[in-house]
């Protein structure tokens, strides 16, 4: 079975300060990691996703993150965040096919001007 | 880009009453939804798969009998939360996903339900 931790609850940072938000992984077969971001009361919005390819990947709002299948990580990285990015961002993880995503229990970003 | 739309956005009702919440794919056709429910600052658990034209497959501990899911066309899946109690209280969202292969979810806004 799939799962996905995320270490940290909470993150509080300052504003322009670079954040990484940290997600491990545990699947018995190949998979495909993402994250999305929550803001109060709305529905989840894709920040990136890794399905193959370069292990390093970019996404929207400058976020980026990189996969790292000998350590099952796949944290996510923002050189300087802005107030706006406060929010709760969450790492997901599908084995393919038709399968629903599996999420971790998320962080919350608090960005501190 | 994909769009998934979810209505209604909030919902109060009485005890003992049923809701109706509708996920609509806008611009493309999805043979499955997922459901998820999503309590106060935590994260979402898979409620059920809703597979157009047949039944939905509820996960472990999800009541098929109070939470009745229907996927009558290509895009449009409910659900429908019957005799409501406060306990059902919380953050219902849908989602699809354009192709299969590993592609992401696309989410709807979500329905807040409050039962009183």
């Known amino acids: 079975a799939q799962s996905v931790t995320q270490l940290d609850s909470q993150v509080p940072v300052f504003e322009e300060a670079p954040v990484e938000l940290r997600c491990n992984y545990s699947?018995?077969?190949?998979?495909?990691l993402f994250w999305y971001v929550q803001y109060p009361n709305q529905g989840l919005q894709l920040l990136l996703k890794?399905?193959?390819?370069?292990?390093l990947v970019k996404g929207i709002n400058g976020f980026e993150a990189e996969f790292n299948k000998s350590q099952t990580s796949f944290h996510l990285r923002k050189p300087s965040v802005h107030i706006s990015d406060t929010a709760e961002y969450f790492c997901?993880?599908?084995?393919?096919?038709?399968?629903?995503?599996?999420f971790g229990k998320g962080t919350r970003l608090s960005v501190i001007a | 880009g994909a769009v998934v739309s979810q209505h209604p956005s909030w919902v109060i009702c009485k005890s003992g009453t049923s809701v109706k919440i509708e996920c609509r794919s806008l611009?493309?056709?999805?043979?499955?939804m997922f459901w998820y429910r999503q309590f106060p600052k935590q994260s979402l658990m898979l409620m059920a798969t809703?597979?157009?034209?047949?039944?939905?497959?509820?996960e472990q501990g999800v009541e098929k009998d109070k939470f009745l899911i229907n996927h009558a066309s290509l895009t449009l899946s409910t659900l429908t939360v019957t005799s409501a109690h406060p306990e059902d209280s919380s953050f219902y969202i849908c989602?699809?996903?354009?192709?299969?292969?590993?592609?992401?979810?696309?989410f709807g806004n979500g329905t807040r339900l409050t039962v009183t």
């Open positions: 699947s018995s077969v190949s998979v495909y």
């Open positions: 611009d493309f056709q999805a043979t499955t």
């Open positions: 809703s597979n157009e034209g047949s039944k939905a497959t509820y």
């Open positions: 989602s699809a996903r354009v192709v299969q292969g590993g592609s992401p979810l696309h």
């Open positions: 997901a993880v599908s084995e393919g096919g038709n399968t629903p995503l599996v």
């Open positions: 890794y399905l193959s390819g370069s292990t």
